[in-house]
Structures are given as structure tokens and as C-alpha cells.
């Protein structure tokens, strides 16, 4: 099992940065894909950005240019750096993390972490 710990959520005024991360510990093998997910309240949950081992990358079209996400593999962390914050940015934003073990991909979701844009 893959345990994932968020952090560094809370309360940002529009126009604003924030950083969030995610910490995986536990039975970690070869980690695929790391990526940040949200949901806001009544929507469905969307992807944000995804970042693959190699290193590319792949954003949400309204994060675009505002949002990067980058990952430490020797510590097992992914970030995501939000710049310019609008008040539709408020959501909780999840971990999700991708491992195969032999050909078997599993699927890891951490418990989520709130992020408000408001004034």
C-alpha cells in the first residue's frame, strides 16, 4: 500500500499563489504517474495537471500558463505551484498516484486538501 499525505492548502485572495503538496510513502516500487485532481462542490472531479516519470507533463486548459506541476522521485513528492488564483480555483485538490508493480498498475488517492480563492 501506497499511503499519500497533502499539504499546504487554505485560504488565498484572487490573484494570489499557492503551493500544495503531496508526499507518498509505503510500499513504493516504480511510481508512474503523478498528478493533481479537484472538485469543487457540485461538480465532478477534474484533472488538473499530470506529470509522467519522464517528466512530461499535461495541464487543464483553464490552468494553463497559471499552474505548473513538478515532483521530487527521490522523495517521492509532487507539487503544484498555482499562480494567479481565480475564485473558480476553489476546490479541494487530490493527490493521485499511479505504481506498477510487475504489469498490475495500481491506483493510489489522497484524503484532499482545500483551496479557497476568495477576498
Known amino acids: 500500500q501506497v499511503q499519500l499525505v497533502e499539504s499546504g492548502g487554505g485560504l488565498v485572495q484572487p490573484g494570489g499563489s499557492l503551493r500544495i503538496s503531496c508526499a507518498a510513502s509505503?510500499?513504493?516500487?516504480?511510481?508512474?504517474?503523478m498528478a493533481w485532481y479537484r472538485q469543487a462542490p457540485g461538480k465532478q472531479r477534474e484533472l488538473v495537471a499530470a506529470q509522467l516519470s519522464g517528466g512530461s507533463t499535461n495541464y487543464a486548459d483553464s490552468v494553463k500558463g497559471r499552474f505548473t506541476i513538478s515532483r521530487d522521485d527521490k522523495k517521492n513528492v509532487v507539487y503544484l505551484q498555482m499562480n494567479s488564483l481565480k475564485p473558480e480555483d476553489t476546490a479541494v485538490y487530490y493527490c493521485?498516484?499511479?505504481?506498477?508493480?510487475?504489469?498490475?498498475?495500481?491506483?493510489?488517492w489522497g484524503q484532499g486538501t482545500q483551496v479557497t480563492v476568495s477576498s
Open positions: 509505503g510500499s513504493i516500487f516504480s511510481i508512474n504517474t
Open positions: 493521485k498516484v499511479d505504481q506498477f508493480v510487475g504489469l498490475r498498475r495500481d491506483t493510489y
